[in-house]
């Protein structure tokens, strides 16, 4: 039934500022370009940025996803020079899995793992 990760969409409240961001974090352009949403491709999981989101509001509302890294630490520091804060530093939590999470400049959170246990695609690690 259920498949793996396919979408996570963060609401925005200026559209252009975060589509620029998010197109230098993660070192692409959208596949997906209207006023209304924006969608990345991200290793054949979906990015999208919906400056009209009514489920909730921008930023920290209790859940997080996590984009799989294969580095947590160089993964990490591409965010910050980005412009990302750091809202939970790396650290292992357990069996070589490397979690963080980031904060966006737009309040939502991104969690970041490297987990040996999972292969990677070969792009956008």
Excluded: C
Aim: glycine content about 12%; hydrophobic content about 45%; aromatic content about 12%.
């Amino acid at each position: 039934m259920v498949r793996g990760l396919a979408t996570v969409i963060y609401g925005v409240t200026d559209l252009e500022k975060a589509k620029a961001w998010y197109t230098a974090v993660f070192q692409q352009a959208p596949y997906f370009d209207q006023p209304f949403y924006v969608g990345f491709n991200i290793a054949g999981y979906e990015l999208g940025l919906d400056p009209n989101y009514t489920l909730g509001k921008p930023g920290a509302g209790g859940t997080v996803a996590y984009w799989r890294v294969a580095e947590i630490g160089p993964a990490v520091q591409q965010f910050v020079t980005a412009g990302a804060t750091i809202a939970v530093a790396p650290h292992d939590v357990g069996e070589g899995i490397k979690v963080a999470t980031v904060t966006d400049p737009f309040g939502n959170l991104i969690g970041l793992i490297e987990n040996p246990h999972f292969a990677l695609p070969n792009s956008n690690s």
